[in-house]
């Protein structure tokens, strides 16, 4: 597939009635439902990473930053 082929071409659309209006494809609507988890998934990955490299060594931290960081860690 290249960037101008979508998954609709491929996976047409449902009428629910024949007079009703035309409704998105269950398999479609799976597949978008993926990509947004994926994309939601990416970027908490990332901003964990970014703690991580802030909060890396426990012990060289100050008082008030270790106990910040301890409440944010239980927050989740």
């Known amino acids: 597939m ?3 082929t979508n998954f609709s071409h491929y996976v047409p659309p449902v009428k629910s009635q024949p007079t009703g209006p035309i409704e998105k494809n269950p398999r479609l609507m799976a597949l978008d439902n993926f990509k947004e988890i994926s994309r939601i998934m990416t970027k908490n990955y990332l901003a964990n990473k970014k703690l ?3 909060f890396g060594k426990a012990s060289g931290m100050p008082k008030n930053e270790r106990d910040k960081k ?3 860690d239980d927050a989740q």
Request: negative net charge; hydrophobic residues 20%.
């Open 70 to 72: 301890r409440i944010e």
């Open 52 to 54: 991580e490299a802030k």
């Open 2 to 4: 290249d960037k101008d």
